[in-house]
């Protein structure tokens, strides 16, 4: 379905789930609204989503609730496994597979006056005397914008730490180190830079497509020098996004972006010694 013309409709199997579980959480007197954020919120919603639930809960009722979130979770569906979300930052989510058929579902738990603290408006889907709703009313959202000088501040030392891995031959830890710029530095800017929701590296082949060639060319094989090439240009992607993006006040680290730039460029001189074109 094209989406200009209004949102995609909610799979089956995502609406099943739904009609099936909001009158068991209804049912529990504890819980004050259920909400749904990602593509569901946006209208975007696939048969390859995941869904994305807030579940607010009476504040009085939260410690209580906490350490029953998987009795709460194997209520709602066929529960196959669940876990919390302390690797992604966020233990209060309840991460969980039902089926079948399959469908990763996000619990995320939160006392009622927590809802405020959001990076979007979620969309309501089910709530008791309008108590969600006044506190969304009452504290607008703050959307999610990357922190540049933070990475300003960390770049080029990662930069040089990966040099040192390729010329060390580590090229495992090599390609660890270019997913993880992809995920924390340039995925978010140019999603940013797009004006899309800037979370790792999530949907740019649709919502930054401009830089999609880009993120492409920081990808690399097994390879010291296809690594090298890799690095190389994830530095050039770096810098177009930080001149596109960057705020005012930044500060940038000139001295320490020439010496890893030129610490780059020792080890791409070294593997060229050691390999050179045919």
């Known amino acids: ?11 089956s199997r995502h609406a099943a789930f739904l009609e099936a579980a909001l009158p068991r959480l209804q049912a529990d007197e504890r819980v004050v609204a259920v909400a749904a954020g990602g593509s569901l919120s946006t209208g975007g919603m696939d048969e390859w989503s995941d869904l994305d639930l807030v579940v607010a809960v009476e ?63 979620p969309l309501i889907l089910w709530e008791r005397d309008g108590r969600l709703s006044a506190v969304l009313r009452a504290t607008p959202a703050a959307p999610l914008v990357p922190d540049l000088q933070w990475i300003e501040d960390r770049f080029w030392v990662w930069v040089h730490y990966v040099a040192t891995k390729i010329g ?54 097994y390879d010291p020098r296809a690594c090298a090439g890799a690095l190389r240009a994830a530095v050039t992607l770096y810098r177009a ?16 972006e020439a010496a890893a730039l030129g610490y780059l460029a020792t080890v791409e001189a070294a593997l060229a010694a050691l390999n050179p074109p045919a």
């Not at 579902?105 to 979007?120: G, H, M």
């Not at 996004?241 to 320490?256: D, G, I, K, N, S």
């Open 1 to 11: 379905m094209d989406t200009a013309h209004g949102p995609r409709p909610v799979p």
């Open 59 to 121: 504040p009085g009722a939260a410690a209580e609730v906490m350490p029953d979130r998987r009795r709460i979770a194997a209520r709602l569906g066929p529960l196959l496994a669940a876990f919390t979300g302390e690797h992604v930052g966020e233990p209060r989510i309840l991460i969980c597979l039902y089926g079948p058929p399959l469908l990763h579902v996000d619990l995320k738990f939160v006392p009622l006056p927590e809802a405020a603290a959001r990076t979007e408006d």
């Open 168 to 221: 060390r031959g580590e090229l495992l830890e090599t390609l660890d180190a270019l997913a993880f710029l992809r995920r924390q530095v340039l995925g978010p800017l140019a999603l940013h830079a797009e004006g899309a929701l800037p979370v790792g590296v999530r949907k740019v082949e649709t919502r930054a497509r401009p830089y999609l060639d880009a993120l492409v060319r920081t990808t690399a094989g």
């Open 241 to 256: 996004l930080r001149a596109r993006v960057a705020p005012a006040t930044l500060t940038p680290h000139a001295e320490a």
